[in-house]
């Protein structure tokens, strides 16, 4: 070949290699039509060969990838033959299974969802040999999540569960364990383990799955963060998380870019996650033109410089290709990998939808479709009834066993490492003293006011220490920053980790944590925390990606999968948490409930009426109490630097797994009154309520909760008022009546008890503390608000002020 002939062979390469996917044989119903491109204009042997490659029933997008060496690599495996043939039986049998599996369900429980894969059943192919390299390169456990579709079938194919529980599940025995809680049978998870080929046990993790389609995602990598963080070093490699979506849902559900934008962070990596798109070109009704805007449901991954590799679900050796190449793609470079498996919907959404009414002519295309492990049996010259009838009968023997079962069987089982824990009722013999010596505290802030003496500190943040140094020496009041330092080095120092993440969170937005020091020089970080005594246990703190839901439920799959540690998310201002409304309604608030799993996740949420508009004001606080039933979930709100030391130390000591919201504060993190004196972290617990010990004698008791008690009590002392009494409800739920009854007997000549909020009467937490309050103190009881309001703050620094002014003048009892 002269020179100018081997240019023109790499050109055609080159624009095969970049251009080729468009014009593949992508999937079984002819959606997608060859897209003509000028670039692929070429005849001759050459061309032809190339275009055997990349425009056959893969198609490879992996020249956006600016890393030479990625490209590289994908283009030798497209480019080169299988180094091992495919084991052709192997994979009938995993059809076999597949598709028998549906056919037997569609006829003995007739007109019951299940959510078919039929049309897709490659996925089982696929991800069994996805398991098996991954077992090859030294995988463990995998960490799977995915929604409806399909999901029983890889409940029973891949994470091994027996199949007697899915009938179980379709008999609905036992109903009287789930009355009122409990969650559909295709959204529950299950843990298994995988035989691989080479002998290894992969353990199956398949995370328990609302029906918010991707809600998952961000889970499924905080769970496998988590397991890779206890592993350690080897982590990345032991344990992999393989996330499955629909077509429909990966283009239009903004939380897949966020959980993408994680995947290169340091503090959210897991090194690599495996996508893979189970596409049937259809979501519901709606039809992909319709669904999404650009050609491919995947385009969205192409933000990543990662590879996507596009398969024809009917060509199952292909898949079986593709599987091994995005696995191995994954231990090589670390990355994530997308494969989309394209194939189509044999029934309706579900199988009670008739989609002939929607999609007549591609339903009269799929109906004359055969099974795909009779056409892959065909194409491979194999007889596949050996394989039916042996698992035919498998099947016939566990529906036998399912009908039998007199409990609902429990698909998964917990790590040992929950084994210490709990959840359930609130039970005060949970307490434990959380209070320090004044030895201990002193310890503590040597080392959280200490760094290298090479360390060019910032004169401000060398102040702030100081300052700290006085604090924890009793030498200076408290502030929240140091209070909050203190319980974390504590904890840390007794074994517990510490993991906090948010916006802007090392720093801390309101100025307040500096949990890490910048080198004035060079940007060196030091993190006090990390280095106060050897032996201590991890504490991380990370900046987070601008995104709410995929952040707070990456955090609640850490803290599923490491019950010792403090796992924590905080809200920029508690406003932002509604961005992540389905992690808390879907999980945090409600995975006790449908799954029985729990959580110690703490949500910090910034909480203040402080004239900075409708938007920096409110955590929305009567949205989360009206989410309390059954002891799910904790709320708090601590009202002064004592009192939150406590409260997190409380949280991470206690054997009680339940989340934990926290509303803190912005403006209180420096209020005079809201400062403790060190011998506030001496005495042993969290107070629920706060009495007011300076006015044992009022006739007028106002009870509120956070920043508006400090206020009252501030502008009483500028009045030289004797009265009213403010009692400060510091914890909201449980709803600690019992606490509340002593306190409101230390005031024998009250008459008039006022619930008093700085927020608008159709929030905080009025509509949930009045009707409890009245059992306690009868029908007198009154309420102190903002009028009711569509947003929860007026726009105007002024009128705040005017209407703050108001409330404390009506509270205080002078209006
Ligand atoms: C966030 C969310 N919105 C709407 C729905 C209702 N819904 C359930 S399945 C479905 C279609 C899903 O299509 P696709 O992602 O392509 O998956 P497929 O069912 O085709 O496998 C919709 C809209 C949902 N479950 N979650």
């Not at 007109?111 to 089982?124: P, V």
């Not at 080198?519 to 280095?531: A, G, S």
């Amino acid at each position: 070949m002269n020179s100018v002939e081997s240019e023109r062979s790499d050109r055609i390469l080159d624009s095969f290699r970049r251009w080729g996917y468009l014009q593949a044989d992508l999937d079984p119903v002819g959606h997608f039509k060859p897209l003509l491109h000028p670039d692929l204009d070429f005849a001759g042997e050459e061309a032809d060969a190339a275009r055997r490659i990349y425009c056959g029933t893969i198609g490879a997008e992996f020249m956006h990838i600016p890393d030479p060496e990625k490209r590289r690599w994908v283009q030798d495996r497209m480019e080169s033959e299988l180094s091992t043939p495919i084991d052709r039986a192997h994979v009938l049998d995993q059809l076999v299974r597949a598709d028998v599996f549906e056919q037997t369900i569609h006829s003995r429980y007739i007109g019951t969802k299940r959510y078919s894969l039929e049309g897709n059943t490659a996925l089982i192919p696929l991800l069994d040999e996805i398991l098996n390299a991954a077992a090859e390169n030294g995988a463990e456990q995998a960490v799977l999540g995915m929604s409806h579709r399909g999901r029983l079938n890889v409940i029973i194919n891949i994470v091994h569960r027996p199949a007697s529980e899915i009938f179980a599940g379709f008999e609905d025995v036992d109903p009287r364990s789930v009355l009122g809680g409990g969650d559909v049978k295709y959204h529950i998870g299950a843990t298994g383990l995988f035989p691989a080929v080479n002998g290894n046990k992969v353990r199956m993790h398949m995370v328990s799955n609302p029906s918010h389609l991707e809600a998952v995602n961000p889970v499924v990598m905080g769970r496998t963060r988590a397991k890779q963080t206890r592993i350690g070093r080897d982590g990345k490699r032991k344990v992999l998380s393989i996330i499955m979506h629909g077509d429909s849902a990966f283009a239009g559900q903004g939380i897949t870019a966020e959980t993408l934008n994680l995947s290169e962070l340091r503090g959210y990596t897991v090194g690599g996650t495996l996508h893979v798109i189970a596409n049937n070109l259809i979501g519901f009704t709606t039809n992909p033109h319709e669904a999404y805007s650009s050609r491919f449901s995947s385009d969205l991954a192409k933000r990543l410089p990662i590879p996507i590799f596009h398969v024809n679900g009917e060509d199952v050796d292909a898949v079986v290709r593709v599987g091994r190449m995005a696995l191995e793609y994954r231990y090589q470079f670390a990355t994530d990998v997308v494969v989309d498996l394209i194939g189509f919907r044999r029934h309706g959404h579900s199988e009670v939808d008739d989609p002939t009414i929607t999609q007549p002519i591609l339903y009269r295309k799929i109906k004359d479709k055969p099974l795909l492990y009779l056409s892959y049996a065909d194409r491979t010259g194999q007889d596949p009834h050996p394989f039916v009838d042996k698992f035919q009968s498998e099947l016939d023997a566990a529906q036998k066993a399912g009908k039998s079962m007199e409990k609902k069987p429990v698909m998964r089982q917990l790590p040992s490492y929950w084994a210490p824990y709990h959840a359930g009722d609130y039970n005060p013999a949970d307490e434990v003293d959380t209070g320090l010596s004044a030895a201990a505290l002193q310890t503590i802030t040597d080392g959280l006011t200490k760094y290298p003496a090479d360390f060019h500190i910032h004169p401000k943040v060398h102040k702030m220490l100081e300052q700290r140094r006085e604090m924890g020496y009793g030498h200076r009041l408290l502030d929240y920053g140091m209070a909050e330092a203190l319980a974390f080095g504590s904890l840390a120092l007794q074994g517990t980790p510490i993991r906090l993440s948010g916006q802007d969170s090392r720093r801390g937005t309101f100025n307040q944590r500096h949990s890490v020091l910048i080198d004035i020089l060079d940007e060196k970080e030091f993190v006090p925390l990390c280095h106060l005594a050897p032996g201590q246990a991890r504490v991380e703190i990370y900046n987070s990606e601008l995104s709410e839901a995929a952040v707070m439920g990456f955090e609640y799959g850490f803290s599923r999968d490491f019950p010792e540690a403090l796992v924590m998310w905080e809200a920029q201002f508690g406003d932002f948490a509604n961005g992540a409304q389905i992690i808390i309604d879907q999980f945090v608030v409600s995975g006790e409930d449908k799954w029985d799993l729990l959580s110690g996740l703490v949500l910090l949420l910034p909480h203040g009426h402080e004239g900075q508009g409708p938007e920096h004001s409110s955590a929305r606080i009567e949205r989360f109490l009206q989410l309390c039933a059954r002891d799910n979930i904790q709320v708090a709100q601590p009202s002064t630097a004592g009192q939150y030391f406590h409260l997190l130390r409380r949280q991470a000591m206690r054997k009680w797994r339940t989340p934990l919201i926290v509303f803190t504060p912005k403006s209180m993190l420096r209020h005079p009154e809201a400062l403790s004196p060190i011998d506030d972290l001496e005495r042993p617990r969290f107070q629920t309520v706060l009495a007011d010990a300076t006015a044992l004698d009022a006739k007028r008791v106002l009870i509120c909760t956070g920043k508006i008690g400090h206020e009252l009590r501030l502008e009483r002392k500028k009045l030289n008022l004797a009265a009213p009494a403010v009692l400060l409800l510091e914890q909201l739920y449980p709803f600690p009546e019992n606490d509340l009854r002593a306190v409101l007997a230390q005031y024998p000549h009250a008459t008039q008890f006022i619930w008093v909020q700085e927020e608008p009467a159709n929030m905080g937490a009025l509509s949930f503390v009045v009707p409890r309050m009245k059992r306690l103190v009868g029908p007198k009881l009154r309420t102190i608000k903002r009028a009711a309001n569509a947003t929860p703050a007026t726009g105007s620094a002024k009128a705040h002020d005017l209407e703050q002014k108001t409330l404390i003048t009506l509270a205080l009892g002078k209006g």
